[in-house]
């Protein structure tokens, strides 16, 4: 997990001693900003955050009258300190390691910075949280909980419409969960933001796989619908081979020999090879080059499987020199 640093070493809080005040309820209040200034000093910040809730608790019952000039400037700053103590303890407890509860103390400071105008603890926050949601999102998926992971990646996205890390590994988690739609929407997504190391290769793999599922069920537009798409984010023998394959049983032929002879390039010493010569024999007969297919056919006559096909091809039906 990558190290969350703290984007300041110290946080400098004034303590207001309030002389002269006006009233028992401003001089507790301001004994309590005062106690928890103390208690931030000394590092305890639930107490620094329980002084500081009271006080502000304390100032907002009063009246404009009651608070006075010292009152509102108290009142102002009290408003200031809290969002800022929130997001100081939020990141110190994500140095930690603690991400749930850094999570809950970041959106303290956002739900208080925004009621009180304090905008760079919002764009602080903002910034972090996507962040650590992340951290969390994907120690869930490494501890095998994807549902919950995905729900995580859900909370990073809403907050980071672009953040393709999010994407790219909330489609991993749907994929091990064998829901491949969403798995190629999320990794689609992650390389359309510019995740190119992974994504890429991780959807050419998923529509390998839907069109190998496809050749057990004989729908060869499938195999060659998916086959191709696979063969779009990351060409690949396998991709090749299903391509010439499904265009051999479409008629395709053209495209079946550029993409059967790839194959073959690429895998000169492949255990199927005598079956892919055998499509692409079949190809050049289909498109009426007797040449090719008979050099194929010769090819195949010691294969048991092809030898007697290749025979009468060579001897009866195409008549091959």
Known sequence: MKKITTFFAACVITIFSVAGVQGQDLGSATELYNA???????????????????????????SAEDLGEEGESLLKDTREVLPKLFLRYGKQLASSGDLQNAISQLTKATELAGKYNVYEVIDEAETLMPQLLLVDASSL????????????FEKVIAIDSLNKDAYLRMGLAYAKTGNEEEALSALEKAAELGETRNAPRQIATIYLKKSAASVRTKDWNAVYTNAKKANEYG?????????????????????????????????????????????????????????KACGYYKQLTNDPTYKQISEYKIKTQLKCN
């Open 141 to 152: 998926y490494n501890d095998g909980k994807l549902q919950e992971a995905i729900a995580g």
């Open 235 to 291: 060409e690949s023998p396998t991709g090749q081979k299903l391509v010439g394959l499904a265009c051999v049983q479409l008629k395709k032929y053209d495209e079946a020999i550029e993409a059967l002879d790839a194959y073959l390039s690429s895998q000169p010493n492949a255990k199927d090879r005598n079956s892919i010569m055998y499509n692409l024999a079949t190809a050049y007969e289909s498109k009426g080059n007797t040449a």
């Open 36 to 62: 928890g200034a103390t208690a931030l000093g000394q590092g305890n910040y639930t107490a620094a955050m329980d002084s500081f809730n009271k006080a502000l608790e304390m100032l907002n019952s009063m």
